[in-house]
């Protein structure tokens, strides 16, 4: 598995066990793991097939999903969310599948930390999403339109949607340009200490975090209230 893949492994595997929805599963690995360990997996994909999966739904992430309310007490999308058109409409299908209280894990690169934010003042794009698709030609969503999605679009449309978010995760540190993280960190703690709003204060805390500064790759549970 991928770094980021064992990071939302580590996140589950000792969970209750129950059904999982691996939404672009890809090869499933991350549903695999899931199985080896007592979960019930269901893969669903648009452009690729897990080899030995039993409970398979070939599907298109911007559609519908086929699946009836209250299905699953987890849904995993790993490195997808930026190849789906409507961020809004995928993640309000997720919880439409999700059981009350159900578990929400995506992950997308992370283009807050401060190695991106660098690379978007040199190059005016984000390293993850070149206008330019170079290798992998026989990969059929490499030649999706790419949908860059931040942290802060993934918070707010959880919220609007029902998701208290939980925890958020970095995946692959990067210490590149680690001065422009102690500035980021100094600006951050001066807001911090004048900020009265405490949802404000959270979210300064969540920006200013290790995580989202230098993580390549971000990882976000959130949780269905009830």
């Given amino acids: 598995m991928k770094p980021v893949h064992e990071k939302i492994y580590e996140l589950l595997k000792n969970s209750d066990n129950g059904h999982v929805l691996d939404a672009a599963c890809g090869k499933g690995a991350i549903g695999?793991?899931?199985e080896n360990r007592g979960f019930k997996v269901f893969y669903a994909d648009r452009y690729d097939r897990p080899e030995d999966a039993k409970l398979f739904v070939n599907t298109d992430l911007n559609r519908f999903l086929p699946f009836k309310g209250k299905s699953f007490g987890t849904v995993v999308c790993s490195e997808s969310l930026q190849y789906i058109e409507n961020h809004n409409q995928i993640i309000r299908e997720f919880g439409r599948v999700l059981k009350e209280g159900g578990r929400l894990i995506v992950s997308f690169p992370n283009?807050?930390?401060v190695s991106s934010r660098l690379f978007f003042l040199r190059r005016?794009?984000?390293?993850?999403?070149?206008p330019y698709k170079a290798g992998d030609s026989y990969k059929r969503w490499n030649f999706i339109a790419y949908n860059p999605v931040s942290f802060v679009e993934v918070f707010q449309i959880m919220k609007r949607n029902g998701?208290?978010?939980r925890t958020?995760?970095?995946?692959?540190?990067?210490?590149?340009?680690?001065?422009?993280?102690?500035?980021?960190?100094?600006?951050y703690s001066?807001?911090?200490?004048?900020?009265?709003?405490k949802e404000r204060a959270e979210m300064i805390k969540k920006l200013s975090s290790r995580e989202l500064l230098l993580g390549d790759h971000v990882i976000v549970c959130g949780v269905k209230a009830g």
Avoid: C, N, Q, R
């Fill in 190 to 197: 001066i807001g911090l200490l004048f900020e009265k709003d």
């Fill in 168 to 187: 958020v995760t970095g995946s692959g540190m990067k210490t590149k340009g680690i001065w422009l993280y102690a500035v980021l960190k100094a600006l």
């Fill in 111 to 113: 283009i807050l930390s």
């Fill in 124 to 130: 005016g794009y984000f390293p993850h999403f070149k």
């Fill in 163 to 165: 998701f208290e978010v």
């Fill in 32 to 34: 695999s793991a899931l």
